[in-house]
């Protein structure tokens, strides 16, 4: 082997003790994620046999939701820099204190969620109707939205706490108490669907009559009240395993200074994980423009893309931990040796997940109860995502990279900024202003994501990102 492919080999493949870390981490998140998105295109599958109103009032809604779960996220992962780096340095002290902040954020994203989804729900949902609907169509999927959302509202407070001690897990390296968690959550809501869904239809010797939408979102309340308990009940009963948790609430005090460092880092993932949630709503505002056809196979496209994703999003995760720990361990060599092996991982593996979703990206949409137009224009959009995918993968891979070393400013313009004055006004303005196909427009905004990888490699390559927070 030449000396410049020996040199290839040894930036982007690790050893066995560096991919057996890996596993050790990514394995559980991959199963949980796995179990959730199989979940979630399970009841859009069950939704979607009630009526194709049905499924997209329910993806109306869930995008909206989409929104708050990512302030929640972006919330948690400005402090999560901060745990990661204390959990690298093995200071339990500052562990906890980055527990309780992630309350006081959950708490304020809480009671600031609750505040508008029920002041202002109607406009909301009104802006992702087709103004070809006809109006009793409208009015009926409004009606479906309205059930849905106010039931699913009951389950942003377990969603948020059960968040709170998953991510803190996840940063201390402990990946596999939030995969029981998650996945006992998953199981339960999975039979319950069932049952709520199509009531006697589905279980005749069960007292259930059919709940249609409301009893989705039952069953998604009831599957968060229960990951919130058994994460809660284990991680305080097993203390000698889990001694962050220790103590976390004898008081609410956090050091000053470290609450100034925590905004100042986190303010700007958190303000990047809500703009660039709410523009992927307005993204799908964008397409549903030109029918509710296109809703629904955006709906679709999404749903079973983020199964096929699991390995790229656990990768983020696995990127934040590793990266993070060794930063806060003053190991800076380390980090550099594992970084192009993280980004070369994750780019392969979304390569061979991409392959298996372009083979079926014809046969999946099959399964769902809407029309030939939604499913064929769904299995076009899946095949589209199927070919971008290690783009995607090279994207994210440097957003959690940026993350990891505190670059949260540089995050920010990166994501999100990117998202709001690039990939946004080039849909509005093709879907509302021009003739191009739906299709064409969905595969040029995927693309688009070719420039934001340029711009990252020049940035991972440059060492930016090299930044040991708790030193300060």
């Known amino acids: 082997m030449s000396g410049k492919l020996l040199k290839i080999k040894n930036t982007l493949v690790g050893d066995r003790a560096f991919y057996n870390r890996i596993i050790a981490i990514l394995i559980p998140i991959v199963i949980q994620n796995t179990f959730t998105n199989a979940v979630s295109l399970v009841d859009n ?96 999927m409004l009606t479906h939205a309205l059930d849905y959302l106010y039931i699913m509202l009951i389950g942003l407070a377990p969603f948020a706490i059960s968040q709170v001690y998953g991510s803190t897990l996840r940063e201390e390296g402990e990946t596999k108490l939030p995969m029981i968690g998650g996945v006992a959550a998953i199981i339960v809501n999975l039979v319950l669907n069932y049952i709520l869904i199509f009531g006697y239809e589905g279980l005749s010797f069960l007292p259930f009559a059919p709940m249609g939408v409301a009893g989705a979102a039952i069953a998604t309340v009831i599957s968060r009240f229960i990951e919130m308990l058994l994460l809660i009940v284990i991680t305080h009963s097993r203390k000698k395993k889990y001694p962050f948790f220790i103590g976390v609430y004898r008081t609410a005090k956090i050091p000053l200074s470290l609450c100034k460092d925590m905004l100042i880092k986190g303010s700007p993932l958190l303000f990047n994980e809500f703009l660039w949630s ?30 096929f994703n699991v390995v790229c999003f656990s990768m983020g995760s696995a990127i934040a931990i590793i990266l993070g720990q060794h930063l806060g361990a003053d190991e800076v060599e380390e980090a550099k040796n594992a970084v192009w092996k993280l980004f070369a991982l994750s780019v392969a593996s979304c390569l061979v997940m991409g392959t298996a979703l372009a083979l079926c990206s014809g046969i999946i ?32 891979a440097v957003y959690f990279t940026l993350r990891s070393g505190g670059k949260t400013l540089l995050t920010f313009i990166f994501d999100c900024g990117f998202t709001w004055g690039v990939t946004i006004p080039f849909a509005f303005i093709t879907a509302h202003f021009t003739g191009m196909p739906i299709l064409t427009i969905y595969l040029c905004v995927q693309l688009l994501d070719l420039t934001k990888c340029i711009v990252g490699y020049v940035l991972i390559k440059k060492g930016i990102w090299i930044n040991r927070l708790i030193s300060e």
């Open 45 to 140: 599958v069950m939704v979607g046999r009630i009526g194709e109103l049905e499924m997209s009032a329910v993806a109306i809604v869930n995008q909206l939701l989409f929104v708050f779960n990512l302030c929640i996220f972006g919330g948690l992962s400005g402090i999560g820099i901060f745990t990661a780096q204390f959990a690298g340095a093995k200071d339990t002290t500052g562990v906890r204190r980055t527990i309780r902040a992630k309350n006081y954020i959950s708490l304020a994203m809480l009671i600031i969620g609750l505040i508008i989804f029920i002041a202002v729900p109607v406009p909301l949902l009104k802006l992702y109707i087709a103004e070809d609907t006809s109006p009793a169509d409208a009015e009926l």
């Open 278 to 307: 709410f523009g992927m709503a307005v993204l799908l505002q964008c397409y549903s423009v030109r029918g509710l056809e296109c809703v629904a196979a955006a709906n679709i496209s999404s749903t079973v893309l983020n199964l």
């Open 365 to 396: 949409p099959q399964f769902y109860e809407a029309s030939e137009t939604t499913r064929e224009l769904a299995s076009s959009m899946l095949f589209i995502v199927a070919c971008t995918m290690p783009i995607f993968a090279f994207a994210h």
